[in-house]
């Protein structure tokens, strides 16, 4: 192969339109994406592949880079020995599940940047996650590492045993990824408890969430099953493990306290010092799980908590016509660099310079002189320091992560003043350290939009919108708006997974169609526009058709007729995000009540029958289908709010704002009966779907029935009657 003919002879990323490929595109090494040309280079070079899968905010995998990937002898390495080929894992999650599953098998743990080492037909025969360039702590050095394969490669035996190995590999992942059981079973009786027994029995009582040592994750889908096995009759003490687990996920280090947001995760078992990305998908999800416990719990800071997040999450995470980006960086500048106006407004990002110096949480530290710089009265400074427990010693290279050290009484008996006076000070201190904030170089920001991340945020902002304020509906619907225009294909009805300054690519996975789904169903939920509920519709119909095998009866993460590897995954645990087959159950559940036939149930019931006995062996690992099937078993409760909604009494409103209602399902309904035809036009449905049949407006008001499994309410003016309605039927089961 000449040079003219082979990709490999030069680093191919300059084509790409990820952020995270192009930060890679000047490094000595010959990077290819992954594609048929890089693939059939490995096959016509007879050499192996090395795969770097990361994200555009790892910071591991910008130290390797900046170690071993500009290091030019490391190049030539990799460049004569191997196809290097770079993977953005936020656009390509099935290759990152497939080769993540041999990670975790044979060493134990996984992580970004994830390493593998393949074979021309992408079996995996070594696998790690980061190298140092030199043996340190018993990893060896990468070089080294480089060495001893190649060697072993071009040896004819040692070849034979690392194809031996991959072999047995492959069939260790498709075991993990693609297998189903032979007969399924019926799901555990009542597993919302037995989930939150453990989840309960498993908790940090000292400094909250899971886990001993460190780090802590933020485990959303957690707080959830307690949230609901507490309203379901559980223990009184499930919500107050929720209730220390909010709270010091908004007071300490994971929450952004000057400019809101959460940060990715916690390094240490107190939430101290966090790992400072800060990704869209936390930033939904986890505002999600605090909109829940506002409601079981009446904190207001919960709700300030995502009143702030929301705010940005608009300000540094929205693309100008709607839709929302990935990811900032851990990573920024040191304050010395000058940078232009432009720069800092847009998130731009010192990796723009491939000499450029960045450090990790720069953008977010504080040191006391800091502090008493932006903070104009020296009264307000000192309070701000001992309120958030700013020193000179810091607790995060030499500067300090704020959270919450000391409560407002203590200070207000410290400085004497009233707890109103210290909570005016802290205000005036907090709004000048933001503006101060601004002029540091901001950490860089993956403009990428994803269509399973940006339904995500829409779902959070319509359970916003219900919550706390209606407006953040118009936010929902812009984002939706933005991916339908952009990522949809109406006439195909094909959902596409990524879109970055117009270039649009890669087919949508099992999350892109359930995230997006679901949140199209919130947002119907939060305005009773039925055009967000139609499109749901699509999504769901989609899902049964490219994504359900009737053989396996299971949903797979790729759909059908997708690119082959050597896996096909399916998707069942809560990670990062939530379970995609967990959210697409929940999400067909909830459109069969709006569907004329039993397909989406009949998928549902499928998958939940034959993950049964590996989700109540293992309930938390897997919280979503956890959740998911706990809908089944129980049914949701159906509110269908019959007439116009600019006319629901306060008191609906209000309710649904105060109150957590599990398994809640709301269902709009026009009083008109011309109106209500054309909703059915709408949804392509010949008669009413059973969620609306029978329903109608009373009285000429505004009417409410409560409806679990076949049984309804009378109808119903006052909402709160219906509840209780629903709560008696609780009982009865």
């Known amino acids: 192969m000449s040079n003219a003919t082979d990709p490999t002879s030069r680093n191919r990323l300059d084509e790409a339109e990820s952020p995270y490929l192009r930060q890679h595109a000047d490094n000595p090494v010959n990077w290819q994406p992954w594609d048929e040309k890089a693939l059939a280079a490995a096959e016509e070079r007879d050499v192996p592949i090395f795969l770097s899968i990361g994200y555009a905010a790892c910071h591991w995998c910008h130290v390797m880079e900046e170690e071993s990937f500009q290091n030019e002898a ?108 032979a007969d399924p079973a019926d799901p555990a009786e009542d597993i919302i408890q037995t989930a939150a027994t453990i989840a309960h029995r498993g908790a940090d009582r000292q400094d909250g969430g899971w886990g001993s040592g460190g780090p802590k994750f933020p485990q959303n889908g957690r707080l959830h099953v307690l949230l609901r096995a507490h309203a379901d009759g559980g223990q009184a003490d499930y919500l107050t493990v929720v209730e220390e687990t909010l709270d010091v996920m908004a007071d300490r280090g994971l929450y952004d306290h000057v400019g809101g947001g959460f940060h990715r995760y916690a390094t240490d078992q107190q939430w101290a010092v966090p790992h400072f990305e800060k990704m869209l998908y936390d930033n939904a999800e986890i505002p999600r799980a605090f909109l829940a416990g506002y409601q079981a719990i009446g904190s207001e800071r919960y709700a300030s908590v995502v009143r702030e997040t929301f705010e940005f999450v608009q300000r540094e995470l929205q693309h100008p016509d709607g839709g929302f980006f990935s990811t900032l960086d851990a990573e920024s500048a040191p304050h010395s660099e000058s940078r232009s106006d432009s720069e800092q407004s847009s998130g731009g990002t010192p990796r723009d310079d491939p000499d450029g110096d960045s450090e990790e949480g720069l953008f977010y530290v504080w040191t006391p002189e800091q502090v008493h710089d932006a903070v104009e009265d020296e009264t307000d400074a000192e309070v701000c320091c001992d309120y958030f427990g700013v020193t000179e010693r810091g607790n995060f290279e030499g500067a300090t ?45 993956d403009e990428k939009v994803l269509a399973g991340w940006n339904g995500l945020m829409i779902r959070a902002l319509a359970e916003g919108a219900i919550v706390l304020d209606d407006r953040y509906a118009d936010v929902a619907a812009d984002a939706l708006s933005f991916v339908r225009e952009h990522l949809w294909d109406d006439e195909e009805h094909r959902l596409n997974r ?70 096909r995954p399916q998707e069942l645990t809560d990670q990062s995000t939530p379970s995609s087959t967990g959210v697409a159950v929940d999400l067909l559940l909830s459109l069969s009540h709006f569907s004329d036939d039993d397909r989406f149930e009949a998928v549902a019931e499928h998958v939940i029958r034959t993950h049964a006995d590996r989700v109540s062996s293992n309930p938390l690992q897997h919280a979503s289908l956890t959740l998911a099937t706990d809908t089944y078993e129980q049914g949701a409760l159906e509110l269908t709010l019959v007439g116009d909604q600019s006319d629901y009494p306060n008191e609906w409103t209000e309710t649904l704002a105060e109150r957590y209602i599990p398994r809640r399902l709301l269902a709009h309904r026009p009083a008109g009966d011309s109106e209500f035809e054309q909703w059915l036009d709408a949804l392509e449905l010949d008669e009413s779907p059973p969620i609306w049949a029978g329903r109608e407006q009373v009285d000429d008001e505004p009417t409410v029935y409560a409806c679990r499994n076949f049984a309804c309410s009378p109808p119903k003016h006052d909402l709160g009657t219906a509840l209780e309605w629903g709560a008696a039927t609780d009982g009865a089961e």
């Open 498 to 567: 990524r879109y970055k300054d117009g270039d649009v690519a890669i087919d949508g996975y099992l999350e892109d169609y359930a995230f997006l789904g679901r949140g199209a169903l919130t947002l119907f939920e939060a305005t009773g526009d039925v055009d967000h509920l139609a499109f749901a519709v699509d999504l769901g119909q989609a899902i049964t058709e490219a994504f359900w095998d009737d053989e396996a009866e299971t949903l797979f993460f790729t759909p059908t007729g997708g690119e082959t590897l050597v896996a």
């Open 74 to 181: 490391i190049a030539e390495q990799l460049n004569e020995n191997f196809v290097p080929i770079k993977v953005d894992r936020e656009e390509r999650p099935d290759l990152d599940s497939v080769y993540m599953s041999i990670c975790q098998q044979v060493t134990g743990g996984g992580g970004w940047p994830l390493s593998a080492w393949l074979t021309p037909a992408g079996e995996p025969f070594y696998v790690g996650t980061y190298f140092p360039p030199e043996e340190k702590r018993g990893q060896p050095g990468f070089g080294d590492l480089l060495g001893r394969l190649a060697d072993s490669w071009a040896d004819p035996e040692q070849r034979a045993e690392m194809e031996n190995r991959a072999q047995q590999w492959t069939e260790a992942i498709e075991s993990d990824l693609e297998a189903t059981p």
């Open 401 to 445: 992560v704020l959270a919450v050290r000391k409560p407002v009484s203590v200070l207000a008996e410290e400085y004497e003043q009233t707890e109103a006076e210290i909570t005016e000070s802290l205000q005036r201190a907090l709004n000048q350290t933001f503006e101060a904030r601004t002029e540091r170089p901001r950490p860089a920001r």
